[in-house]
């Protein structure tokens, strides 16, 4: 069975957020990925094969290791996706601090 995942899928794991934090500033082999969980081996493989699967992570062959770097194209889907949600809460945390502010006056 082949199952379609998508970014939003990829990214509600948090072992999956952490190694996109890890490779975010520069490509990383497998095994150094690896060694920063204390998870096997295999799931961290796993974890990798679906983050490349959403196109997240771009796998790259440099002799016998392969390394793993950030897709920006695809991260920059997930911000353009948020940034709506981002605003719209920025709106709402900007009217509470003005109430709060009127509050506060009335004191």
Not at 16 to 35: D, E, H, K, Y
Not at 36 to 51: Q, W
Not at 80 to 101: A, C, G, T
Request: proline share 5%.
């Amino acid at each position: 069975m082949n199952l379609r995942r998508d970014v939003f899928q990829a990214i509600a794991d948090p072992t999956r957020r952490a190694i996109l934090f890890l490779v975010a500033t520069q490509s990383m082999s497998a095994g150094t990925i690896a060694a920063n969980f204390d998870t096997a081996r295999p799931t961290v493989s796993r974890h990798l094969k679906i983050l490349t699967e959403c196109e997240l992570l771009k796998p790259e062959q440099s002799g016998r290791e392969v390394y793993y770097h950030l897709n920006p194209e695809k991260m920059k889907a997930i911000a353009d996706f948020v940034e709506p949600f981002r605003k719209l809460w920025d709106d709402r945390f900007n009217k509470l601090e003005s109430v709060m502010k009127a509050y506060e006056r009335g004191l």
